[in-house]
């Protein structure tokens, strides 16, 4: 079957500007995480949905960060006012309960360059 | 909070070599253990897990136990293959706190050589 899918492979833009990350998880897993990637470094967790809601969202890292997930499928993660430092690889990560040993499948990421 | 420490890379080893990467971690609650892998080109797939003290996760060769003694769970191969170049990450989920998230390592980028 389809795993996860994430839109677009990269993304470039310029600082100050709007984006929006698109997140697409496998069909009937309940739980969806986002994660970022910054070069060499391991991901760090940004918010987890159980659902519509979100259930976890002590990563993100300030209010310029915000994520829906309105139909309990597909998430968007939103970034307002882009900073250089933003630059990463946005992961979007699917699971079946959300329970803490539940495999956690992760999409390909999102490229995200803030010129 | 919760953390994960793992041996800097990179790890450069010749076909056939044996393979230990180290990782240690520190929670609050009683983790679950997971090794993820990263190959060129490709997103992040799970290679072995492990959920209670003296669990032994297993997959493709690879192996690791949760010491609960030592807060430490060392991925090992007898005999690694070109094929394994990849980057490793050690991961946990602290079930105990109710945070579902995963913590990572920073990981580290294992080459082996013909």
């Known amino acids: 079957g389809a795993g996860v899918s994430q839109t677009p492979s990269n993304k470039v833009t310029e600082k100050g500007k709007y984006v929006e990350l698109r997140c697409d998880p496998i069909?009937?897993?309940?739980?969806l995480y986002w994660y970022r990637q910054s070069l060499g470094q391991g991901p760090e967790f940004l918010i987890y949905?159980?659902?519509?809601?979100?259930?976890?969202d002590s990563g993100l890292p300030n209010d310029r960060f915000f994520a829906v997930r309105p139909e309990g499928s597909v998430s968007t993660l939103k970034i307002q006012r882009t900073e250089r430092g933003d630059s990463a690889v946005y992961l979007c990560a699917s699971s079946l309960l959300g329970a803490g040993d539940n495999e956690q499948f992760f999409g390909p990421g999102t490229r995200l360059t803030v010129l | 909070g919760d953390s994960v420490t793992q041996m800097e890379g990179p790890v450069t080893l010749s076909e056939e070599a044996f393979l230990t990467i180290n990782c240690t971690y520190t929670?609050?609650?009683?983790?679950?253990l997971f090794w993820y892998v990263q190959y060129p080109g490709e997103g992040l797939q799970l290679l072995l897990k492990?959920?209670?003290?003296?669990d032994k996760g297993s997959n493709k060769g690879f192996e690791a136990t949760y010491r609960k003694e030592t807060t430490s769970f060392h991925l090992e191969k007898g005999s690694v293959q070109v094929s394994d170049s990849a980057v490793y990450f050690c991961a946990l989920s602290d079930r105990d706190t109710g945070r579902r998230a995963l913590t990572f390592g920073s990981g580290t980028r294992l080459q082996v050589q013909p």
């Open positions: 929670a609050t609650g009683y983790p679950s």
């Open positions: 492990a959920t209670k003290a003296d």
């Open positions: 949905f159980q659902g519509t809601g979100a259930a976890d």
């Open positions: 069909s009937g897993h309940t739980a």
